[in-house]
């Protein structure tokens, strides 16, 4: 598959607890984008890396942070975990900057009790 | 504040009608207004976006500046078409961020 791959598909962790989730962007693409789908906030910005380097920035928490590695990969890194993180994380890449389309990976389902 | 509003979360029509989903936009600048679709246990993708003025699979949507609006619209409805629809807008900047609605389903009946 040379589409954008997220691992894992599903998480189950508890309260307090910190957790990472990966993504792989599309063959060539340079910027990685995250998103958050809840229920009640719909899908929201988290923050966009293009070739390593954090570029914008969205309503993304404290407890949250992410990077982007030589090999252009991505993780996302959510800590101190709260009930109001579960949420489905969706990462997104494209091929530069500033891109008009993003192709979207199958997204990670965090559910934390 | 750059926002999105789409004010439908579920819009049902029946095979062969019109079909009409809505969307609202805040922004002080020229944004760039985009239509992405998900189907089914399928990933969400890009369906349209406004400078193109493509029409994807008899889907169109313009662009009005004066009502803030990005409606998308099509004449002939079919079954296929149910799905989960996003409005989003990319500001200007060195950024290709997106800011999505919340949203509307799509159901088209036969």
């Known amino acids: 598959d040379s589409g954008v791959t997220q691992t894992p598909k599903h998480l189950i962790t508890a309260t307090g607890q910190r957790v990472t989730l990966r993504c792989s962007p599309r063959?060539?693409?340079?910027?990685v984008y995250w998103y958050q789908q809840s229920l009640d906030q719909g899908l929201q910005f988290l923050i966009q890396?293009?070739?390593?380097?954090?570029?914008a920035k969205g309503n993304i928490l404290e407890r949250f942070s992410a990077q982007q590695f030589p090999d252009l990969h991505s993780e996302l890194n959510l800590s101190s975990l709260e009930l109001g993180d579960s949420a489905l994380y969706f990462c997104?890449?494209?091929?530069?900057?500033?891109?008009?389309?993003?192709?979207f990976g199958p997204g990670t389902r965090l559910t934390v009790t | 504040a750059q926002r999105v509003t789409q004010p439908e979360k579920l819009l049902s029509v029946f095979k062969g009608a019109p079909v009409e989903l809505k969307c609202n936009y805040s922004y002080s600048g020229s944004p760039e207004l985009f239509w992405y679709v998900q189907y089914s246990r399928q990933r969400l993708q890009l369906l349209l976006r406004?400078?193109s003025r493509e029409s994807i699979k008899g889907f169109t949507a313009d662009l009005n500046k004066g009502e803030t609006s990005f409606h998308l619209k099509k004449p002939f409805a079919q079954e296929e078409d149910s799905a989960m629809y996003y409005c989003a807008l990319s500001g200007s900047g060195n950024t290709g961020k997106l800011i999505f609605g919340q949203g509307t389903t799509l159901q088209v009946k036969p």
């Open positions: 997104a890449s494209s091929p530069g900057l500033v891109s008009y389309e993003q192709y």
């Open positions: 890396y293009y070739n390593g380097e954090e570029r």
């Open positions: 406004h400078i």
């Open positions: 063959s060539g693409d340079l910027s």
